[in-house]
């Protein structure tokens, strides 16, 4: 057996504690596998929303799930996934700065957000950095939990360039996630 050097071992370890409930995950499988990328370089990832039940304080931790796509095996989104894979990240509550983040945004105001070629980012924040030129969209997905809806993760898709929009994007995951969750 190849010896695992401690830091894929850490990654394997955050996707192996961080499962989903199976109602959200089937959901979540559906809407990656009939996401249409056009011929196009893409990457579909999830960001799950860990809550600690024990700890007093509002907010959740976004860990990257094993929930990914990336049909055409870009390089540029392999690394740029690899990078998420090996990164902190804070607490995201309703006063934590997440920065350019988009994806801390989205689970911090639950709103979707997007990175296009129009977009002007700090290019000191680290996650500016790490993006680079490449285009963004994020989702908060969310589920019924009763009285309230309560916020599972948040989908990213990340494109090797900026797009001029990802309107078309965003309703295509948002009518695959409502044909998926009435199935």
Known sequence: ???????????????????LVPEID??????????????????????????????EEIGCNLVLTDLTCNPTHDQGLEDYRKRCLVKQYPLIGIETSVGNWLAGRAAQTGIADHKTKYYVVDQADQHS???GARGQLVLPVFFDE????????????????????????????????????SS
């Open 129 to 131: 950095a790490d993006v």
């Open 1 to 19: 057996m190849e010896a695992m050097n401690s830091l894929d071992h850490f990654n394997i370890m955050v996707v192996i504690l961080c499962q």
């Open 26 to 55: 089937f959901v979540l499988r559906e809407v990656f596998e009939n996401f249409n990328f056009h011929k196009k370089s893409g990457l579909l990832q999830f960001w799950a929303c860990n809550t600690d039940h024990d700890s």
């Open 146 to 181: 009763g009285v309230e809806n309560k916020l599972a993760g948040v989908i990213e898709y990340v494109t090797p360039v900026r797009k001029e929009s990802y309107v078309e994007d965003f309703e295509q995951i948002q009518n695959l996630l409502k044909v998926s969750y």
